[in-house]
């Protein structure tokens, strides 16, 4: 299993730019959800989604837009980046066990808007 | 609403020597509390995690933390650290049951000198 694999590694965007974060998972883990790295401020959650065709907000999800259309992918869209985007992305899959949902990390993607 | 403090940013250590990563949290529901580990470049590990039971869990790596309830601590510890220990480490906190959103600290920075 390739596990949870990020395209790409790294991007680097102008203001007003668009681009889509690739996210895909082998695991066929139902659950996946995106975080944003910040320095001192460690993960936090932008969006999530507990299965096809559902998704939900996080903790900062203004200006990125997700969607799932297959239980594998769940791609994050910025539609016009800002400087305040320049971030670490890291996508996440779980699953259940033993109660709660054990979540795998990506390698992460370094975005950096100008 | 629940949050994660860190109590030290960057933590200096000898090769060898123990090391203890502090970290609180608040919550007014019971929780389920998570220790994660990113080496340079790489994405997140899981380390251990305390789910119920034993308030001691040991995880990989030789590291161990302690839930205490009533001072809301969850402290990682190791006897004798290595050179390879060197990484940021993430503690974490999520609702006990169902899908747990985590909710992370802002990461120690530990730093393992020969």
């Known amino acids: 299993n390739a596990g949870v694999t990020q395209t790409p590694k790294f991007q680097v965007l102008k203001t007003g730019q668009s681009m889509t974060l690739q996210c895909a998972q082998d695991m066929n883990h139902e659950y996946m959800s995106w975080y944003r790295q910040d320095p001192g401020m460690g993960l936090r959650l932008i969006h999530y989604?507990?299965?096809?065709?559902?998704?939900d907000q996080g903790e900062v999800p203004n200006g990125y837009n997700v969607s799932r259309s297959t239980t594998e992918d769940f791609p994050l869209r910025l539609l016009s980046a800002a400087p305040s985007q320049t971030s670490v992305y890291f996508c996440a899959s779980s699953y259940p066990t033993g109660g709660h949902y054990e979540q795998f990390f990506g390698p992460g993607t370094r975005l950096t808007v100008l | 609403a629940q949050s994660v403090t860190q109590l030290d940013s960057q933590v200096p250590v000898f090769e060898e020597a123990p090391v203890e990563l502090r970290c609180n949290y608040s919550?007014?529901?019971?929780?389920?509390l998570f220790w994660y580990v990113q080496y340079p470049n790489q994405g997140l590990q899981l380390l251990l995690k305390y789910l119920s039971g034993s308030t001691l869990v040991k995880g990989i790596n030789g590291f161990e933390a302690e839930f205490n309830k009533s001072q809301t601590s969850f402290h990682l510890r190791k006897p004798s650290v290595h050179i390879s220990d060197t990484a940021e480490y993430f503690c974490a906190v999520s609702d006990a049951g169902g899908y747990n959103k985590l909710i992370f600290g802002a990461g120690t920075r530990l730093a393992v000198h020969p």
């Open positions: 919550s007014s529901v019971s929780v389920y």
């Open positions: 989604s507990v299965g096809a065709g559902i998704t």
